[in-house]
DNA sequence: TCCATCACG
DNA sequence: ACGTACGTGATGGAG
């Protein structure tokens, strides 16, 4: 970061042409530009607005095109199936090339070819020369992942910006954190391995991304892999060995080769003015009237596409240590000395503790302890951590507090004894800290600090600020462990749990068994990482608008989830006892059933064993047979239903499934998790894994406990209050992702049906076959909820028949009569598609992001499922957020107005309490109000409540 | 560890 | 020409 030299750096553009005109040719395939003339010329101004806005944007010293030599290439001799499932060139590709070329020429810029090689290898080759010549900055400009093999710390990849959103720049550090590898060489050996379908590259059976990952981790390399597949298992090493030559052949493949004869000249590369006069002329021809405007008169500065909104709350000063006199709380020192507006282009080798300034203090005398919660009272936020003997909450007991308020400084607090009252007599220390109403705390998923305080009594205090959720916000479909985020946003790689209490084993130790000075450092590079990731984390979130997400909605839900957990459910065992005993009797009875009609025993619950006896030895099917992308027979419900009337024994396997799986996942398997103390499941809320918002359910999972069928629906009836006083209570949003759809596209027709309290189901029906409300016949209304549950899903005629089991035919017929009456719907969904192009996300009411990075993909199967996530993701995640603040809401005033009413479960669109009998009148008609008027949307919304002596009575 | 299957919204 | 409804988690079987 200290350039002492005086000459200005050198920052070097290579384009992948072929590469960035194919994006850009399909990114406006769905509605392509034609201009008078009738040229389509979307690929020549995606192309130009690419390269005007990298010049504009980056301004780089240096810029080269390169496209792929004419003839075959050396890979073409070694394999010549080698892209052979390319298709030929779209013509409109063919014609737009000699624009694009013009205008590159009229920008002065070299365009490069070597005959024999492709562009990745002439990119490649020039990249190295320029790094080797000290160029302090060089980018490949490309989509294609191919390139992350000669990424380095000075050759980055740049992925362009498409239609509005930012570009990207692919480090070193992002390679190896995206393929889980050292080196960046071995993502070869990975595209080796896993093959590319697109390229036709092979790789070997059997093996994907993640098996592909996990071997080279283990094995470095393809070749060493080979020479060790002795080590592998059955059919695994069948395939490597047996495919050996292929996946060393796709390795090469996959190489690009930087020994391309190509001379390095940097002043041919030098960027210069563009010749007006041509591009004038060339624009002109093309009728690209708003780029010549933007290229050709003045620069104009580039508007943002999204708001930045201001941190909202108390500008906070926050103390800084300099001022304080103890000498233990001495002048701060960083983990490392990056900015925040550094931290993700700066692409660094990962740093350790070791390499790193800090100051960690083990506090570990009565005196120091009260000095540090002295300081602590005076800090406006303070990120915290707890360590404990393991991760179930239930049984976990607190080993130790840490304590970070400035980066690099941090402090950690041991339980003085290993017994519970020592662990007591801490936390009741610090209890004027913990629950400070004042002082923002700061953790990495934090729910969990908070359950096992909860377990001490403590009621955590004050504002939180999760830096799981944080992120959750800024990458919903990536990971959040903090050992992640840290390499990838402070470059730093923590000190690894494995390190400090020994690999996973049957006697695996704790960090009660590690002496507290060991524990010090891991505790305290904990919370400072987490304060660190917090200040990255913030302004990126205030650059998206997501703060106010974050700070109104995820943050203060995490208490509210606690307490859920934490209450958890009353399940009556010995019912469950009882069932899995009568489920066990018909299990018994149709499998001899079952035995008898194949003529054979055989495991039915064994998809492949199934297969052959009902495909091979029955001959059912007649002919038609479905099979799985792996090969087998496929034998999935709908199968079976359709060989049903064939044979009765495909009814019999439907209801044996039916059976086993409400014994195993649930009869059997939820008794097992009551916890001993208080006879109550306590599932985890996760709040950070679905890519729309919702919350999941694990450990058990409570959102998926069966009502549709009858037997399935008996299991509800052992989720019970939690004593005799008590009632359950459920409250239902109803239809809420149906209002949601007539919100946001404020479908005149069903914004009325919804105002009029009208069933939506029928008066679908009723519109969409176009016959009065009161004909409207079950069937009917069958047909029109499948239609309902697609439009909400992003609707498809192939989909649709399907679910109907009607013909594509019907199915078209069925959706354009639909579209003919709510034509505003129709609209709504093209627009969700097309600001999803242009954003490549979709969000929420409340501002949810959910990246759609394939919505301009030239794939059309994966193109067509983004395109249904971009209708389906703002719907969902605005359901999730509705009921969110219901959550908190409903939380906060149960607790203001000392009720005695839990909240023990959510399920999507349900709420479910434990309420005393005598609260249950005066709680109804508020929780209804608070759920009803959460989020409110131009249509009413409506909820639907019942109460009994269990889950299902309660409906 | 992956796959197929099936439970829920 | 292709292959499709959206989002989850748990299970048993097979490699």
């Not at 392509?32 to 806005?53: C, D, Q, Y």
Request: glycine fraction near 6%; proline fraction near 5%; hydrophobic fraction near 40%.
């Amino acid at each position: 970061m200290t350039d002492t030299t005086a000459q200005a750096p050198r920052k070097l553009f290579l384009l992948d042409a072929f590469a960035l005109i194919y994006r850009a040719h399909f990114a406006f395939s769905k509605n392509p530009r034609i201009n008078s003339k009738g040229m389509n010329t979307g690929a020549v101004l995606g192309f130009t607005n690419t390269l005007v806005e990298v010049l504009q944007k980056e301004k780089p010293t240096h810029i080269g095109v390169c496209f792929d030599g004419p003839k075959k290439t050396f890979r073409h001799e070694q394999f010549p199936e080698y892209k052979a499932q390319r298709q030929a060139m779209p013509e409109d590709i063919g014609t737009a090339i000699p624009y694009i070329k013009k205008i590159i020429e009229a920008f002065h810029i070299p365009i490069l070819i070597m005959e024999g090689f492709e562009a990745d290898d002439v990119i490649g080759t020039l990249a190295r020369h320029a790094e080797e010549h000290g160029f302090e900055e060089v980018y490949m400009m490309t989509p294609d992942k191919d390139y992350c093999q000669l990424v380095t710390e000075k050759v980055k990849i740049y992925r362009p910006a498409f239609m509005g959103n930012s570009a990207e720049i692919l480090d070193l550090a992002h390679v190896l954190q995206r393929f889980e590898i050292e080196r960046v060489a071995q993502v070869t050996d990975i595209l080796g391995l896993q093959g590319d379908a697109s390229d036709n590259i092979p790789g070997i059976p059997g093996i994907g991304e993640k098996t592909a990952k996990a071997l080279i981790q283990k094995y470095g390399s393809v070749e060493n892999l080979i020479a060790n597949s002795h080590e592998l298992k059955g059919k695994q090493q069948e395939n490597v060995r047996n495919f050996a030559e292929q996946g060393l052949l796709s390795k090469e493949l996959a190489t690009i080769h930087i020994n391309v004869p190509i001379p390095f000249e940097p002043e041919a590369l030098c960027c210069s003015a563009p010749d007006e006069a041509k591009l004038t002329a060339l624009f002109d021809e093309l009728e690209f009237r708003q780029l010549a405007a933007r290229v050709l008169k003045t620069a104009p500065a580039r508007t943002s596409a999204t708001a930045i909104s201001p941190a909202k709350g108390k500008k906070s000063s926050v103390p800084t240590g300099a001022g304080h006199q103890a000498s233990l709380f001495a002048a701060p020192v960083g983990i490392t000395e990056m900015g925040e507006e550094e931290a993700d282009v700066l692409p660094t080798t990962r740093r350790t503790l070791a390499e790193v300034p800090h100051q960690y203090h083990l506090i570990d005398s009565p005196a120091l302890r009260r000095e540090l919660l002295r300081f602590l009272l005076l800090q406006q936020e303070v990120s915290f951590d707890t360590e404990t003997t393991g991760l179930d909450t239930m049984t976990a007991r607190l080993v130790g507090l840490s304590f970070c308020w400035l980066p690099g400084e941090a402090y950690y607090v041991p339980v003085p004894q290993n017994n519970p009252a020592a662990a007591q007599a801490l936390v009741d220390e610090f209890r004027p800290f913990l629950e400070h109403e004042g002082i923002l705390k700061i953790g990495q998923n934090i729910k969990y600090d908070l359950t096992i305080l909860k377990h001490y009594g403590i009621r955590i205090g004050g504002p939180l600020f999760d830096t799981m959720l944080a992120h959750y916000l800024l990458e919903p479909d990536m990971r959040h462990n903090m050992d992640v985020l840290a390499e990838t946003y402070l470059h730093y790689t923590p000190v690894s749990i494995t390190e400090l209490i020994g690999p996973k084993g049957k006697k695996q130790k704790t960090m009660a068994d590690i002496p507290p000075a060991e524990v010090s450092d891991y505790a305290c590079e904990d919370a400072d990482v987490t304060l660190q990731l917090k200040h990255v984390f913030e302004p990126k979130l205030a650059a998206l608008g997501l703060l106010k997400l974050l700070n109104e909605v995820e943050n203060p839900l995490v208490p509210v989830l606690a307490d859920v957990e934490y209450e958890g459910v009353r399940i009556d065992s010995g019912a469950m006892g009882d069932y899995s005993a009568e489920l066990q009797g018909y299990i018994v009875d149709i499998e001899k059933q079952i035995f008898a009609a194949a003529g054979q025993e055989f495991n039915i619950g064994s998809p492949k064993q199934l297969g052959e006896i009902l495909f091979d030895k029955l001959q059912l099917g007649g002919g038609k047979i479905k099979k799985t992308k792996t090969g087998q027979y496929a034998t999935g419900e709908e199968v079976l239903s359709l060989l049903a009337p064939e044979n009765p024994v495909a009814a019999l396997i439907l209801e044996h499934r039916q059976l086993t799986k409400l014994r195993s996942t649930y009869v059997e398997a939820l008794p097992q998790l009551v916890c001993e103390m208080d006879g109550r499941v306590h599932t985890s809320f996760n709040q950070a894994v679905t890519a729309t918002g919702r919350l999941s359910s694990t450990n058990p999972n409570l959102q998926n406990i069966p009502i549709r069928t009858e037997k399935g629906r008996e299991i509800r009836k052992a989720f019970v209050p939690r004593d005799a006083n008590h009632v359950l209570v459920a409250a239902d949003y109803s239809q809420i992702e149906l209002r949601i759809m007539a919100d946001f596209s404020k479908d005149a027709t069903m914004i009325e049906a919804f105002r009029q309290g009208i069933d939506i189901h029928s008066s679908t029906a009723s519109k969409v076959f176009h016959v009065p409300l009161e004909t409207v016949d079950g069937e009917m209304r069958r047909k029109a909820k499948m239609v309902n549950f697609g439009i909400i899903y992003g609707i498809s005629a192939f989909g649709l028949a399907q679910r109907l089991g009607v013909g594509r035919k019907e199915a078209v017929e069925i959706i354009d009569a639909y579209f003919e009456e709510f034509s505003a719907v129709k609209q709504f969904m093209d627009a969700s598609i097309n600001k999803a192009r242009e954003l490549e996300y979709a969000e929420t009411l409340l501002g949810r992001r959910r990246y759609l990075r394939d919505i301009n993909s030239r794939n059309a199967t994966l193109r067509g499922f983004t395109e249904r996530n971009a209708i389906n993701a703002p719907i969902q995640g605005t359901a999730a957020d509705i009921i969110k603040i219901a959550m908190i809401r409903i939380h906060d005033w149960l607790q203001r107005e000392k009720l005695g009413t839990r909240m023990i479960l959510q399920v999507h669109d349900e709420l479910v309490f434990d309420a005393p009998k005598e609260e249950v009148d005066y709680i109804i008609p508020h929780i209804k109000e608070l759920m009803i008027n959460a989020l409110p949307l131009s249509v009413p919304m409506e909820v639907e409540v019942g109460t009994g002596q269990n889950w299902l009575q309660a409906h």
